[in-house]
């Protein structure tokens, strides 16, 4: 008896059955594992902040003190003058604190960069050594949120305060290709919302870190846990295009008067990040690290143009945007001011 085997194969049905439950399945599984890179980059980053943290503490107990902010230019220069910034190393904390973050085999490689507050000396990227190691690409500067992408209008290598009673600060930058070149960082000090001031209400809120600062964490008033020390930063962005990145070697702090930026809009004074739901992650002074919410922090004042837009005062935000005056209460290190912050901390 001839027995004949029939094989059976899928019907068109059947196929485009099959097909559409793998594409259910697909579309369920990628927004999980984008969840889970979420997370593993959130993890990352807290890392770092918690690395450099340490490392500031540890400099403190070598030094009794903490690193400054940046050596830049001499209190008694007048305003924006030093266009050839000779009149000191304008190196990062950061930089200082290699040593602390077992990058001691690239501290030693520099020259003429010193923890000396009183240091005159020309610019890091003068000498070829320094110039050499500033582009060192280290990863706990760098968060993998972030797509590292090269800036199209230049990188800040270095900042400069305007000497008039104002903590006002402008960055220098080397353009393309040159601009391409750095070791970029994602992370900065903050120098509270507009750094030392004589004016009696932005004064209030100095922060930690300054141009050649010498704090000490016993005289952080406002207790270490509740004072902003590190936060990430993203450089200079719009409309999701990155215009600016950052030198660790040159750029050291930054202040939140502006409030905190977000992945698509920030100016390079702005703290900012590429985490999910707007979360920038900060180093409190006491080494824990915690995210904090940007949303309604953002502040852009209308800043006068005559006669000279730096010295004239910033007017101060409306007492309604509650989670910009959070924020400086957060980054100001002695403002004594007791405010609940459970309304951006995350």
């Not at 993890?43 to 918690?50: F, G, I």
Request: charged share 10%; proline share 5%.
């Amino acid at each position: 008896m001839d027995r004949r085997s029939r094989r059976h194969g899928f019907t068109l049905i059947e196929l485009l059955v099959v097909i559409a439950i793998i594409a259910i399945l697909i579309g369920l599984l990628v927004p999980a594992v984008q969840k889970v890179r979420s997370a593993a980059s959130r993890t990352v980053c807290q890392n770092n902040l918690k690395q450099l943290g340490l490392a500031a503490h540890n400099y403190h107990d070598a030094n009794k003190k903490l690193p400054p902010g940046f050596i830049g230019n001499l209190a008694n220069a007048p305003k924006w003058n030093n266009q050839s910034l000779v009149d000191g190393p304008y190196v990062s904390c950061l930089a200082l604190m290699l040593p602390f973050l077992e990058q001691n085999a690239i501290y030693t490689k520099f020259v003429g960069i010193t923890t000396n507050l009183n240091a005159v000396s020309a610019g890091w990227w003068g000498n070829a050594n320094n110039y050499t190691m500033s582009q060192s690409k280290l990863a706990v500067f760098t968060c993998p949120a972030d797509s590292q992408d090269l800036p199209t209008t230049g990188t800040f290598i270095a900042e400069q305060v305007q000497v008039n009673g104002y903590y006002t600060t402008t960055a220098w930058y080397y353009a393309p290709p040159t601009a391409n070149v750095f070791g970029f960082t994602n992370y900065l000090g903050s120098f509270g919302a507009r750094g030392p001031s004589s004016d009696a209400f932005w004064g209030k809120y100095e922060g930690i870190f300054s141009n050649r600062s010498a704090t000490k964490l016993q005289t952080i008033g406002d207790g270490t846990s509740n004072t902003l020390m590190f936060g990430e930063v993203l450089g200079q962005v719009t409309n999701g295009n990155r215009d600016f990145q950052v030198a660790w070697m040159g750029m050291g702090c930054i202040g939140t008067a502006k409030g905190m930026g977000d992945g698509l809009n920030t100016s390079w004074g702005q703290f900012a990040s590429k985490h999910d739901g707007g979360i920038v992650l900060f180093c409190f002074a006491d080494g824990s690290v915690r995210g904090l919410t940007a949303g309604g922090t953002n502040w852009s004042p209308t800043v006068p143009t005559s006669p000279d837009p730096y010295v004239t005062p910033l007017p101060t935000p409306a007492t309604s945007q509650t989670s910009w005056w959070v924020l400086q209460a957060l980054a100001g290190k002695s403002d004594g001011v007791v405010i609940d912050s459970s309304s951006i901390l995350n």
